[in-house]
């Protein structure tokens, strides 16, 4: 039998669309699919405990589908640049196929990789987890775009992307299996306590719980800029973890939608944003904990127990400002929040509370199940003002106005109980219509209080 050849998925946990599996089959070798679970190559970066809970289920969803076809996923931990070549050693195998990944640790890692195997082993990455490959789209004068909007017209006269290539039907088993890990002594579940009934309850992780989220949305994507911004209504389209774990392809959700009329396309710059942001930490490795505006270095953060207290009353929603806390719950309780109260909760932290962008970068990062370090940190900075392409910091959103203009009622209802009594008008703003509801608290800092002060430590920018 010819020798093997190895599948090293990462961020690409599905069978349909995944150019490094079509590869590694076309090969005509029997296909080895392996997952590393390596916390030492991302260092602090490596996934928070929303995306722990979501990679098991993940994982165990592509094994039930791998061994449907005669094949299994093999599971190991530790540093990839360790393990892959004891692999390739174990194995005998020819290849490692994979899909290539954008973070600074998984470049770094694949030209370790490419370093370390032994002579005849080959190590071949794909494009696949974007519209586009990070890198291949330029401005005219030949230097990568800094600017969402061009990049995006550049980018879309390409579009739309091939159609998505289909699952295969057979893989080829190797004559003997190396050993493997069992999911479960990797412990990505909370234990005690169990905090993911929320998330059990909202999601379907892996690639058929992504194709119904996709057919779902289809059937309504055309009012998509309609009801995205409205947080009472389901008008997201819920895709942004399965893409992220690649259980789906960009391409698949493109052409599964680009036909819906309506405002389809809004939906679709949500798909080319993703490629933006990688396009973006590319250029700028650091993104994710350093100010693409040097100036922002000089702005002066609150710190010290004042701010710490803030800063937890932030995170547990309970910072009397009803929008807020609900989207701040919600994350908690689901892994993911509405993407317009996202943007409310990040400007809150940073010009209400004068909070320094990272620190909320970095609880995004451990609690959503969509923690994405491109899409995080490019969407953190824009909020700030920091990044290459950002809001101007003076433009500081007014989360009580926000929640009236978007009919945030229900859904405050929904995620902050204590206020679900109260009126259409009360609910948004309970201290300003003089209702006091002794479980939920007065607000942290009013809000022209808060504008001034951010204003003032704006200026010290000079």
């Known amino acids: 039998m010819n020798a093997p050849v190895l599948l090293w998925i990462r961020r690409d946990l599905r069978l349909a669309d995944q150019a490094a599996l079509a590869a590694a089959i076309a090969s005509g070798a029997p296909v080895i699919p392996i997952y590393i679970l390596d916390d030492e ?15 098991h289920h993940s994982i165990a ?12 996923l093999i599971l190991r931990h530790g540093k990839v640049t360790d393990i892959l070549p004891v692999l390739v050693a174990e194995t005998g195998a020819s290849a ?72 295969p039907k057979e893989m080829k088993a190797p004559a003997a299996w190396p050993e493997s890990d069992k999911l479960a002594d990797w412990k990505l579940l909370p234990n005690k306590p169990d905090w993911a009934g929320g998330m059990r309850g909202m999601w379907a992780p892996g690639e058929a719980g992504a194709r119904e989220r996709l ?37 698949a959700c493109w052409h599964a939608t680009m036909k819906a009329g309506g405002s389809v396309d809004i939906f679709l710059k949500e798909l080319v944003w993703r490629d933006y942001a990688q396009n973006i930490i590319v250029q700028f490795p650091e993104y994710g904990s350093k100010n693409a505006r040097e100036a922002f270095d000089r702005l002066p953060w609150r710190t010290g127990r004042e701010a710490d207290a803030d800063l937890s009353a932030w995170q547990k929603g309970q910072t009397g400002y009803p929008i807020v806390d609900a989207g701040m719950r919600q994350l908690w309780a689901t892994g993911w929040m509405h ?5 409310i909760a990040a400007s809150f932290l940073i010009k209400h509370l004068l909070i320094d962008w990272r620190k909320g970068e970095q609880w995004f990062w451990d609690t959503l ?47 902050v109980p204590e206020l679900a009594g109260l009126g259409d008008k009360a609910i948004h703003d309970p201290d300003e219509h003089g ?26 920018l000079g």
């Not at 920091?386 to 009919?407: W, Y």
């Not at 007065?442 to 430590?457: N, P, Q, S, T, Y």
């Open 41 to 55: 190559t991302p260092k602090h970066r490596r996934m928070g405990g929303a995306s722990r809970w979501w990679l």
């Open 61 to 72: 969803s592509l094994d039930v589908d791998l061994r449907k076809l005669g094949s299994r």
């Open 96 to 167: 490692i196929h994979c899909i290539r990944h954008y973070e600074p640790w998984w470049r770094n890692a694949e030209k370790a990789v490419a370093k370390a195997l032994p002579a005849g082993c080959d190590f071949i990455c794909h494009d696949g987890n974007y519209l586009m490959p990070p890198g291949s789209v330029w401005t005219g004068s030949g230097t990568p775009f800094k600017i969402y909007t061009p990049f995006m017209r550049a980018l879309w006269q390409h579009m739309p992307p091939p159609k998505p290539l289909p699952a």
């Open 215 to 251: 057919a779902d949305f289809a059937d309504h994507a055309r009012l998509y800029d309609e009801q995205r911004n409205l947080p009472s209504v389901d008008g997201s389209s819920f895709l942004s973890p399965h893409l992220h774990f690649g259980e789906i392809s960009p391409a």
């Open 339 to 343: 993407n317009r109260v996202r943007m």
């Open 369 to 415: 199940v969509d923690a994405d370090y491109g899409s995080n940190a490019v969407n953190w900075q824009w909020t700030a003002g920091s990044g290459v392409d950002s809001n101007m910091f003076v433009r500081i959103m007014a989360p009580l106005s926000q929640s009236e203009k978007f009919d945030a009622a229900g859904y405050i209802r929904r995620w």
């Open 435 to 460: 209702v006091r509801t002794k479980d939920y608290p007065a607000k942290i800092i009013g809000h022209r209080e808060a504008r001034e002060r951010a204003l003032a430590a704006y200026a010290m």
